[in-house]
């Protein structure tokens, strides 16, 4: 008996020596990617501010015909996956560097022929297809997205902005449920 309670105890700290050494990685791999790396790791948006942005882009896509959706930094898709569903009419596109939210984004889409994910670099895509270019990023990407937006969209499209302002750029309008924590830009291409 003692046998058997000594080889559960030694696969008890195994799993404990796992659970942290797994735990350990990943907090590596955030601070690393946050300090280090071009790009912030990937922190899935909800409450009360994506409640009101769904609520407005739904208002905006309601009437229209077969626009293209494009959400930039499109983490886990938890805004491009309700639309697509709501709104077959229309393409929607999610861009996503970071392999875990991209790969997990493809496998809850795909039964969704109007959704598609992109493995890429923000930077680089094409965003001369799209009507509505969503963003939900940190200033400093905002920054140096901005001038690559106002080159390359066509005349009409528009571009929300949570929480982050497009610099040198006045927003058409701004939606805000109190504090700059709650707040998104419309900015639109003349």
Known sequence: MSDILLYILLLLLLIIVLVIFVVSIVAIYFFISSCFMRYPPPIPSSGRLKDKVLEDICAYLQDKEGLTFMDLGSGWGTLLLPLAKRFPQHRFIGVERAFTPYAASVLRAHNLPNLHFEHGDIFKTDIKRC???????????????????????????????????????????TVSLGTPYETFYVYRQE
Do not use: H
Not at 133 to 157: H, V, W, Y
């Open 131 to 173: 009507d509505v270019i969503f963003c939900f990023l940190m200033q400093k990407l905002m920054d140096g997205l901005t001038p690559r937006l106002k080159e390359n969209l066509r005349s009409g499209a528009y571009v929300y902005s949570c929480r982050f302002t497009c610099p040198n750029w006045p927003p058409e309008r």
